[in-house]
C-alpha cells in the first residue's frame, strides 16, 4: 500500500537521522527521576477531553485516563490488558484489530455491527471509525503512549459521529526538544496450551536544535502464540503486531508549535481465536484455517499556536486500515453441490473484508482557561473512502463449473481469474461527515458555571455494490447504488458546583450521533431492506468528584440515564448475511462507584463497581428469529462489572512493588437473536480474572515478574453461530513470564 511505503521511508530516515544524532548527545543525570520513582508521587493526568487541558478530574463528565505510568505498572500492550479497569465498559475481547469496547451498554452486537460503531477511536484527536462496516478495530499498542483517555456517555458534540456511548482517544507521546530520552522494553512470557511468546520494543527522542527542533522514534514487534488448537488444520490462534511511530516537532517560538505524526501498526493473525466447545477445551475445528489480516496507517500534520486572546489549533489527518480474513464455509458445500450440479470436494471459503481512506480536517479556537467566560469554536470535515469485499470460493470450482449440466464449458467466464472464486460481492463506499460545533462556559461564582455547546452536522454516506458469479450467470453484473443524506444538532448542557478543591457535583445532559448505513443486496437468499438512518442517544447524568483525609482518599460517583431510540441494528440473515435496519427503542441506566485510597506510603488500594441496565424499551422484531420482548437485555455488556487493584510497595532494597489486581463481569449475551424466546442464547461474562505482578528497580530499569489469569479461567467474553457450530472468544489463559524496561 502507498501509505504504508511511504510511511516506511519516513520511518527509515527518521531512526537513521536519530541514531547519528545519538552519538552526539551529551549525556545527562536522571536521579531526580529516579527519586520520583522511588517515592511514588501519585501521577496527575491532564486530559483534552474537552478539547481544552484539564486535570482528569476536573472535566465535567465521566473519564477515565491511563497514564503512561499507569500502563507501564500493568505492563500493558493492548486494550484488553487495561481498558475494562474503566467504570461502566465491557471489552469484547477476543483478538487486537476486531475487538470492540462497549461503555455503559450502548450496543446491539458484542462484535462488529452492520453500521459505524457506537464507541468512538482516536489517536491525538484523530477521528478513526468510518462510516459503515469497521475495519479495524484501532488497538494502539501501549508502549510510550503519554495516556489514554476513555470518554463514557455521548461526545458528539465535540468528537463528532461515532462516540454515542463513548470514545477511546490515544495520546501518542510527541517528540521533545527539551533533552535526549531513550526506553527499551522487552518481555517473555508463557501461556498455557501456547509456545513461548516475546516483545520488543525500543523509543529514542533526540532535541535535534535544543529546544527548536526534536524527532522521537518508537519501534515494536510483538509475538503471542497461539493457544487454541485447530485439529482441522493442525495450526493455532498465532498472533504478531509490529510498526512504530515517527514524531517530528517544530517550536520556532513560544508561542507556536507544528508537528508531523507518522504511525503504522500492522496486526496479523494465523487463525481465528474462537475456541469450540464441541472440540474440546482450547481447541477448534475447521477444514482451513480463518486468518485475519489488519494494517492501520496514520499521517498528521499540527499546528498550535497562541495568540494570546485565544489558541488556534488546526488539524490534518491521513489514514489508512486495512483488514483480511478467511472463513470456513466448507459445511455448506453439500448444498452448492446440489443446488448447482457441482461435485466440489475441496474446502469451501469466504473471504472478507476492504480497505479504508480517510482524510480529516479540523481547525478551532479555544479561549484561554481561567477566565469568567470561556469558550470555544471549530469545524471539520471528514471524508472516507472504503473498498469492501465478501468472495466464496473452492480450489477446483472452474473445472467443476464447466463441467456443470447448468453452467457447461466455457462457464468458467463467472470465475474470478484465479480460478476459486464463484460468487462475490463488492462495494465502494464514500462517507462525508462536515461540522460546526463550540461550547461556551459562564462562571457566575467561583463556585457555580453553567456550559452549553453542540454540534452543527451533516453526514452523506453513498454506496455502491455489484454482485458477480454464478447467483448473475448469465447475465450481466448487478449493480446497485444507494445513499443516504442526513443532517442535526447535537446539544450539550451542564452545571457545576464547586464547593472546594476537595468537592464538585455536576449535571450533564449530552447526544450522540452515527452515519446512516444504506444497504446492499450481499449474498443472501433473502430480502433485505434498503437500510438504516442515524438512531438518536441522550445521556443524562449526575457525577459528584470527592477528595478526603488530605487527598489520600478519593470518591467518585455517577448517576446516569440514557435514551436511545431508532436503534440502528445489525441483523443477520438465516444464511449468514448480515443487514442494518432500524427498529425499537432501549435505555441504560446505572451507577458508577470508584474509589482510590492511599492508607500508607507504602499501599495503595483502589476499586470501580458499576451496576448497570442495558434494557429494551420495547419489543424488537428480529427478520427470521422472531420478536425480541420488551425488558431485553442489550448485547455486548454487563449488569455488574468490578474491579480492584491494591499495590504495596517494600521498604527494602530495589523499591519491590507487588501488586494484586481482579476483574469481575456478571453474565451477558453476545447479540439480540439471543433473546428471543425459545433461541439458545449466545453468552458471555460470568467469570472472575486475577493478576499478580511483582517488579523493582534496579537503576534505570525496571523488572517485573507476572501472571494474569492465574486461576486459568476460561472467560467467555463473545459467543457466535457459525456454519461450523458454537464459537466462543475467550480471555487468554494463565500465562506467565518477565517485563524488563530500560529509560535513560
Known sequence: MAGRTAFKAILLAGVSALAS??????????????????????????????????????????????????????????????VQRAPGVVFNNYQPGVSHVVVRGIATSSGNVQGQATTGYFLNEIPLTEPGWTIAVPDIDAFDLNRVEVLR????????????????????????????????????????????????????????????????AVLLYRDDPGYIENVGTGGANDLSVSGGRLSLVFTPSADT?????????????????????AAGDLRRETAIPEFTDTEVVIHSARLDHDFGWASLTALAAYHEKSQDWRFDYTPIRGAYNTDLDLNLTNPLFINSGGESEGTSFELRLTSPSGQRFEWLIGAMVFDTEKRLYEQIGSAGAAAQFDQSSLFGPGAGAVIAPDGEIFNAFYSTVSGQETAVFGEASYHFTPQWTLSAGGRLFRTEVDTVSTQVGFSTYPGDPIVTPASTREEGFSPKLSLTYTHSEDLMVYALVSEGFRFGTPNTPGLSDYPIPSGSSSDKLTNYEVGARSNWLNGDLQLDATLFYVDWTDIQLRLQTPDFFNYAANGGSASSRGVELSASWRPTDQLDLSSSVTYQEARLEEPLFILWYGTAPEGSRL??????????????????????????SHVHLSEGISDLNSAVPGATPNRQGGYD?????????????????????VFDERGVTRTVSEVNGLGQGIVRPRTIGVTARWRY
Open 153 to 216: 456517555g455521548p461526545q458528539g458534540s465535540l468528537f463528532g459521529s461515532a462516540s454515542m456511548g463513548g470514545a477511546v482517544n490515544y495520546i501518542a507521546n510527541t517528540a521533545d526538544a527539551s533533552g535526549f530520552e531513550a526506553a527499551l522494553e522487552t518481555t517473555l512470557s508463557q501461556t498455557r496450551n501456547a509456545d513461548p511468546g516475546y516483545s520488543a520494543k525500543a523509543m529514542v527522542n533526540l532535541p535535534l536544535a535544543e529546544d527548536l527542533f526534536a524527532a522521537r
Open 689 to 709: 480474572l486475577v493478576d499478580l505482578r511483582l517488579g523493582g528497580t534496579f537503576g534505570n530499569a525496571d523488572i517485573s515478574l507476572f501472571g494474569t489469569n
Open 21 to 82: 544524532q545519538a552519538v552526539a548527545q551529551e549525556q545527562a543525570a536522571t536521579n531526580g527521576e529516579a527519586d520520583a520513582r522511588q517515592g511514588r508521587v501519585p501521577e496527575v493526568i491532564v486530559v483534552t477531553a474537552t478539547r481544552r487541558e484539564q486535570d482528569v478530574r476536573d472535566v465535567v463528565g465521566s473519564v477515565s485516563a491511563f497514564g503512561g505510568e499507569a500502563l507501564a505498572d500493568l505492563g500493558a500492550q493492548s486494550l484488553a490488558d487495561y
Open 257 to 277: 508549535t507544528v508537528s508531523w505524526m507518522s504511525m503504522l501498526q500492522t496486526i496479523d493473525s494465523a487463525d481465528n481465536a474462537y475456541q469450540m466447545p
Open 635 to 660: 448485547p455486548g455488556s454487563s449488569d455488574w462489572s468490578i474491579t480492584n487493584t491494591a499495590s504495596y510497595r517494600f521498604h527494602a532494597p530495589y523499591d519491590p512493588v507487588l501488586s494484586v
